[in-house]
């Protein structure tokens, strides 16, 4: 499975960025997806995950402005951005796995970074 992000950028803080990880290879394989984001001497943070099923899970600090999504025509994995903070500066990564629990998948892209100026 290749996952390649696109969509980072630089935003005013208050503004909207979406995202998109696309999936390409065996990913009938892949039960769940998210974006996991890490700021420059912080730990790597996961940001939402959206399952097979359609569940999704969401960080505190991202709840009600971002949404993720899944379109399955195009292989794509959006994550819609919005009131956007200078703390949401972050490279973004997209992830996947056959497992349901995040910390086990083994799929990354290489990021997008995501910059948001106060």
């Known amino acids: 499975v290749q996952l390649v992000e696109s969509g980072g950028g630089l935003v005013q803080a208050g503004g909207s960025l979406r995202l998109s990880c696309a999936a390409s290879?065996?990913?009938?394989?892949?039960?769940?997806m998210g974006w996991y984001r890490q700021a420059p001497g912080k730990e790597r943070e996961l940001v939402a995950v959206?399952?097979?099923?359609?569940?999704?899970y969401y960080a505190d600090s991202v709840k009600g402005r971002f949404t993720i999504s899944r379109d399955n025509a195009k292989n794509t994995l959006p994550l819609q951005m919005n009131s956007l903070k200078p703390e949401d500066t972050a490279m973004y990564y997209c992830?996947?796995?056959?497992?349901?629990?995040?910390?086990?998948?083994?799929?990354w892209g290489q990021g997008t970074q995501v910059t948001v100026s106060s």
């Open positions: 290879g065996i990913i009938f394989s892949i039960n769940a």
């Open positions: 992830a996947a796995g056959s497992d349901y629990e995040p910390s086990l998948w083994g799929y």
């Open positions: 959206i399952s097979s099923n359609g569940s999704t």
